[in-house]
């Protein structure tokens, strides 16, 4: 919660997915108080965070600098991971989207061919219909 006017807020996920984010403005008392806020959200990955503002877990001192990267390096490979899965979980969406588009418009040229041959019997019959009543045939 911030309690300043300005700040960041920095939330580690501990699970991969959607993730909703509420925001609630102060309430006004009166017509004067005429406060105006302004929001920004940036949601960023592991990677992305400044090292500074990193939640660093605690180390026993006796890990050596090896044992530091490897640590830094699994997180890295985990992240990439996550990103990995939830770009396929998009992929696999889009595709069923696509296979769906594919099999309606399969059928739209068969629509427009039956209405192209209707109208041309229609007006067939009706210039037919005409010649006949003026006894051009």
């Known amino acids: 919660m911030?309690?300043?006017p300005?700040?960041?807020i920095y939330h580690r996920m501990e699970l991969d997915g959607l993730a909703n984010i509420c925001i609630k403005t102060p309430v006004?008392?009166?017509a004067s108080d005429a406060a105006q806020y302004r929001y920004a959200i940036r949601v960023q990955t592991t990677d992305e965070i400044p090292e500074a503002m990193r939640e660093k877990p605690?180390?026993?001192l006796h890990l050596s600098r090896i044992e530091q990267e490897m640590e830094t390096i699994t997180?890295?490979?985990e992240s990439v991971l996550n990103?990995?899965?939830f770009a396929q979980g998009e992929y696999v969406a889009l595709f069923h989207q696509f296979q769906g588009l594919h099999a309606t418009t399969i059928y739209w040229p068969l629509v427009q061919l039956c209405v192209l041959i209707f109208t041309g019997f229609t007006q067939a019959r009706?210039?037919?219909h005409f010649f006949k009543k003026r006894r051009i045939l």
Do not use: F, N, P, Y
């Open 6 to 8: 300005t700040g960041s």
């Open 58 to 60: 605690k180390l026993d």
């Open 126 to 128: 009706h210039i037919v």
């Open 75 to 77: 997180e890295g490979m």
């Open 28 to 30: 006004k008392k009166s």
């Open 83 to 85: 990103h990995a899965r």
């Open 2 to 4: 911030l309690t300043e």
